[in-house]
């Protein structure tokens, strides 16, 4: 066990240095950056905190970042009231479960640039009735992105939720049966309590997976029309990428938007753990 401790520190060291070479320095590079202005790293100039500024005069970054927390709401109550609905449907006694459950997993495994092509394709060709298409308006697009990213993540929070419940002990639902409590009491007075883990783990990674969606808003709808349905890791790439002279504002909305993701992803967890102490 001595030698195990020993040599431990050589097996962690290429895992340790490729973390530190592929995300470390990266990271710290990328903040130094948003304070410079640059065509490519070797001709930064720095320039304090003029991207900064520049970010918040840019109405399209103003309008990516409500977009994009519209978007992360309605997704997160969507995705976690439908998946927790189905894994109480599919714990129940019934033939077909795990061919169900498999059946709803499955989009979880397409990547979202395909999902994206994919869904553009169905919706057009509803819309199509219409007269319509995803890009005649943002609310075309922001429902569009809603109904692909339920789909796509339904099944995946499903399975988490599952084992949520299957992990409830029987005796506390046959204690509560037989104090005579009600199926929505049982529900919200022993299940939902009893889920709590399960709750965070989902309401977090939908919570994050929403804030940082790109590969599908690119396949969907491009940000058209007009970049009114672009989320924020789309304006970030596009200003980054798009607009000339623009490369140090699209670094500092990078780390805008680090900051962001970090402070609502640790808020959430603080909430939804505070709820596990209690219960």
């Known amino acids: ?58 109405p399209e970054f103003t309008h990516a970042l409500w977009y994009t927390a519209l978007f992360t709401v309605v997704s997160v109550i969507t995705i976690n009231l439908f998946a927790f609905t189905i894994a ?32 553009q394709l169905i919706i057009n060709g509803v819309l199509l009735y219409f007269n319509r298409t995803l890009t005649y308006s943002p609310t075309y697009g922001f429902w569009g992105l809603v109904v692909l990213m339920n789909w796509q993540q339904i099944g995946y929070m499903m399975i988490i939720y599952i084992a949520g419940i299957q992990n409830i002990p029987g005796e506390l639902i046959e204690a509560a049966k037989i104090d005579g409590a009600t199926k929505w009491q049982t529900l919200t007075n ?15 990674l939908t919570l994050t997976n929403g804030f940082k969606l790109f590969d599908q808003n690119v396949a969907l709808t491009g940000g058209a029309p007009s970049n009114k349905s672009q989320m924020l890791a789309l304006n970030i790439f596009d200003t980054f990428y798009g607009r000339n002279g623009w490369e140090g504002v699209g670094q500092a909305k990078a780390v805008v938007f680090f900051i962001l993701v970090a402070i609502i992803a640790l808020v959430q967890l603080r909430a939804t753990r505070s709820k596990e102490v209690q219960q």
């Open 1 to 58: 066990m001595k030698s195990m401790r020993k040599y431990s520190p050589i097996f962690v060291l290429p895992t340790f240095a490729a973390f530190v070479i592929g995300f470390i320095v990266p990271f710290i590079m990328g903040i130094y950056l948003s304070f410079c202005k640059f065509t490519t790293v070797t001709d930064a100039k720095f320039i304090g905190f003029s991207n900064y500024i520049k970010i918040w005069t840019d």
């Open 88 to 119: 109480m449907l599919l714990t129940k006694a019934m033939k077909g479960t795990n061919l169900f459950r498999t059946v709803f997993f499955m989009p979880n495994l397409i990547g979202g640039i395909v999902l994206g092509y994919i869904w």
């Open 190 to 204: 022993v299940t939902i309590p009893m889920l709590m883990p399960s709750i965070t783990i989902c309401s977090f």
